[in-house]
T-cell receptor
Framework: GDSVTQMEGPVTLSEEAFLTINCTYT??????LFWYVQYPGEGLQLLLK?????DKGSNKGFEATYRKETTSFHLEKGSVQVSDSAVYFC????????????FGKGTKLSVIP | GAGVSQSPSNKVTEKGKDVELRCDPI?????LYWYRQRLGQGLEFLIY????????KSGLPSDRFSAERTGESVSTLTIQRTQQEDSAVYLC?????????????FGEGSWLTVV
């Protein structure tokens, strides 16, 4: 079945550091890929998405590129801020009319001043 | 409403008691989902509603779990005879129609602790 594997956390970075959170997936067909973010005390929010190979999703300085050859969708940000501290979830939708999102376990990011 | 609303936000219950968790989706969203998140785990799919029918209940972990939805509105997730392993955050989400790439909007979750 479909699955998502993302790097274990927690990740602690200093402000302005470079961030990478790795995400790889297993899916049949042509999935769409997503990153969701959960800030402390808030619900999950869509951060960015990519619906086909080589697409790059971007939002709030975060980027992720859909790499079909490596089945990856790594999240990157060039310079993190304290306000980026949150839990980040990689997810996929299998496509072809599928209505489910399959999530990774989440990676907690803490950014210190 | 402006977002997906869930209640209660926190619930502590004794083992063996029944609990009901409520979800108010965004107005006009026909699709509604329940997910469960145990501590340190990813989100587990529980059930999907399209309108008031549930074409996929495959994620419900046991017959102690049930859910219903009134029209294209409120949904209730009921857990009977709660067990300690039911302790988790229960997340509700909605989207305009069946997923197909539409953005899914999540509530803040109902934190359930079974003691």
């Amino acid at each position: 079945g479909d699955s998502v594997t993302q790097m274990e956390g927690p990740v602690t970075l200093s402000e302005e550091a470079f961030l990478t959170i790795n995400c790889t997936y297993t899916a049949t067909g042509y999935p769409s890929l997503f990153w969701y973010v959960q800030y402390p005390g808030e619900g999950l929010q869509l951060l960015l998405k990519a619906t086909k190979a080589d697409d790059k999703g971007s939002n709030k300085g975060f980027e992720a590129t859909y790499r079909k050859e490596t089945t990856s969708f790594h999240l990157e940000k060039g310079s993190v801020q304290v306000s980026d501290s949150a839990v980040y979830f990689c997810a996929l939708n299998a496509g072809a009319g599928s209505y489910q999102l399959t999530f990774g376990k989440g990676t907690k990011l803490s950014v210190i001043p | 409403g402006a977002g997906v609303s869930q209640s209660p936000s926190n619930k502590v219950t004794e083992k063996g008691k029944d609990v009901e968790l409520r979800c108010d989706p965004i107005s006009g969203h026909t699709a509604l989902y329940w997910y469960r998140q145990r501590l340190g785990q990813g989100l587990e799919f529980l059930i999907y509603f399209q309108g008031n029918s549930a074409p996929d209940k495959s994620g419900l972990p046991s017959d102690r779990f049930s859910a219903e939805r009134t029209g294209e509105s409120v949904s209730t997730l009921t857990i009977q005879r709660t067990q300690q392993e039911d302790s988790a955050v229960y997340l509700c989400a909605s989207t305009r129609s069946g997923f197909s790439g539409n953005t899914i909007y999540f509530g803040e979750g109902s934190w359930l602790t079974v003691v």
